[in-house]
């Protein structure tokens, strides 16, 4: 059940027993609340007056005269001003009684009125209905009986007030924690991501936005232990861009940026999302392409040589590939030399060439 479904009884866990608890501690018995109740046509004749007195003396205070601030806001809790005071006298002290002082409680926090000027008022209110009572009631014992009666009444009440002050700071500490450790578990999940985005970007090549050599030789290894288990074939391509050195000094540096971030588009576009594409330095790349063998290795070498040369008709790219397979593992030093020394051979013919 949501709290706005519930009274103020109902969230503080004030049961009737409860109630009758606070009511002993104060020692404030039937008699007590009996004497009260029999001079509620005192104070039904003189409530205007009261509340005249007590407003006067209120609103000269510029604490509380900013917080009412206009004659609609005066008028409404002049109205629930007589509806407290002649509780105070009615003789019934039950759950509904408490819940409206918890709610005058409620109210006064959330309108920002300090305990200290609760107090106050109460203090006001007292000497003001006192002095009422002392005008009708002749009897000094029976006067002196009911400001006692009042006391305890009004101590009453003081405390059902500052319980719900105190729930209410409660629950803004609660909230405020609650808000503080969503926002800490965003930044940790921000922290977290973050991170994998800072370690993914330190495992790839800036220019080419393809995995670097490190995250490569991490890779090759991970991929060739999952063959190893599963038993299947891994496959790994070598090339270069043919005279590299040339474009650069034919063509510049600029160009020859171009060419290599062209070869990491071309990769991305023609493997699958299982291969490993990476920059092994300079203008050489490496290919791994886990469960593929050499002939579709060479497939897959055909269709980047094809991109490349679309683009570059004047330039060309040698490839070589090495295979390690379940009846021959080898390990990744020597499938990467295998690979390079198919590339070396690629290059003693002309034009974009393959070997296996």
Same mark, same amino acid.
């Given at each position: 059940?949501?709290?706005?479904?519930?009274?103020?009884?109902?969230?503080?866990?004030?049961?009737?027993? !409860?109630?009758?608890?606070?009511?002993?501690? =104060?020692?404030?018995?039937?008699?007590?609340?009996?004497?009260?109740?029999?001079?509620?046509?005192?104070?039904?004749?003189?409530?205007?007056?009261?509340?005249?007195?007590?407003?006067?003396?209120?609103?000269?205070?510029?604490?509380?005269? &900013?917080?009412?601030?206009?004659?609609?806001?005066?008028?409404?809790?002049?109205?629930?001003?007589?509806?407290?005071?002649?509780?105070?006298?009615?003789?019934? %002290?039950?759950?509904?009684?408490?819940? #409206?002082?918890?709610?005058?409680?409620?109210?006064?926090?959330?309108?920002?009125?300090?305990?200290?000027?609760?107090?106050?008022?109460?203090?006001?209110?007292?000497?003001?209905?006192?002095?009422?009572?002392?005008?009708?009631?002749?009897?000094?014992?029976?006067?002196?009986?009911?400001?006692?009666? =009042?006391?305890?009444?009004?101590?009453?009440?003081?405390? &059902?007030?500052? !319980?719900?002050?105190?729930?209410?700071?409660?629950?803004?500490?609660?909230? /405020?924690?609650?808000?503080?450790?969503?926002? /800490?578990?965003?930044?940790?999940?921000?922290?977290?991501?973050?991170?994998?985005?800072?370690?993914?970007?330190?495992?790839?090549?800036?220019?080419?936005?393809? %995995?670097?050599?490190?995250?490569?030789?991490?890779?090759?290894?991970?991929?060739?232990?999952?063959?190893?288990?599963?038993?299947?074939?891994?496959? &790994?391509?070598?090339?270069?861009?043919?005279?590299?050195?040339?474009?650069?000094?034919?063509?510049?540096?600029?160009?020859?940026?171009?060419?290599?971030?062209?070869?990491?588009?071309?990769?991305?576009? #023609?493997?699958?999302?299982?291969?490993?594409?990476?920059? %092994?330095?300079?203008?050489?790349?490496?290919?791994? &392409?886990?469960?593929?063998?050499?002939?579709?290795?060479?497939?897959?070498?055909?269709?980047?040589?094809?991109?490349?040369?679309?683009?570059?008709?004047?330039? *060309?790219?040698?490839?070589?590939?090495?295979?390690?397979?379940?009846?021959?593992?080898? !390990?990744?030093?020597? =499938?990467?030399?295998?690979?390079?020394?198919?590339?070396?051979?690629?290059?003693?013919? #002309?034009? *974009?060439?393959?070997?296996?």
């Amino acid at each position: 059940m949501k709290r706005t479904d519930k009274t103020l009884l109902e969230q503080m866990q004030i049961s009737d027993v !409860d109630i009758s608890h606070r009511i002993e501690l =104060l020692d404030l018995d039937k008699n007590d609340l009996d004497l009260l109740s029999s001079h509620k046509s005192i104070i039904d004749d003189s409530i205007d007056d009261i509340i005249d007195e007590f407003y006067e003396k209120q609103t000269k205070i510029d604490e509380i005269s &900013l917080l009412i601030r206009d004659s609609d806001t005066l008028r409404r809790l002049r109205y629930a001003q007589r509806k407290y005071i002649i509780d105070l006298f009615s003789g019934h %002290y039950d759950g509904e009684y408490v819940n #409206n002082r918890l709610r005058i409680g409620m109210v006064h926090k959330r309108i920002g009125v300090d305990p200290k000027l609760f107090l106050s008022a109460i203090m006001s209110l007292k000497y003001i209905v006192i002095n009422t009572l002392s005008n009708t009631i002749e009897k000094s014992e029976i006067l002196n009986s009911t400001v006692v009666a =009042l006391d305890k009444l009004l101590y009453f009440d003081t405390t &059902l007030v500052f !319980d719900t002050y105190i729930d209410s700071l409660v629950g803004e500490i609660e909230a /405020a924690k609650r808000r503080t450790e969503i926002y /800490a578990n965003s930044l940790e999940d921000k922290v977290v991501e973050r991170t994998r985005q800072l370690e993914e970007l330190a495992k790839l090549d800036p220019l080419t936005n393809i %995995y670097n050599q490190r995250a490569m030789q991490e890779l090759l290894r991970r991929e060739m232990t999952l063959a190893k288990r599963r038993h299947t074939i891994l496959s &790994l391509v070598y090339f270069d861009v043919d005279n590299f050195k040339t474009i650069n000094d034919t063509h510049g540096h600029i160009k020859g940026d171009e060419v290599l971030k062209f070869v990491g588009q071309i990769l991305h576009e #023609n493997v699958r999302e299982t291969d490993v594409p990476c920059r %092994y330095g300079g203008d050489e790349f490496c290919l791994i &392409l886990p469960e593929c063998n050499t002939e579709n290795a060479r497939i897959v070498c055909q269709k980047i040589i094809k991109a490349f040369n679309h683009r570059y008709s004047d330039f *060309s790219i040698s490839m070589g590939i090495a295979q390690t397979n379940p009846e021959e593992y080898i !390990d990744e030093e020597r =499938l990467i030399k295998i690979a390079d020394e198919k590339m070396y051979s690629a290059k003693k013919q #002309n034009g *974009s060439q393959i070997r296996a």
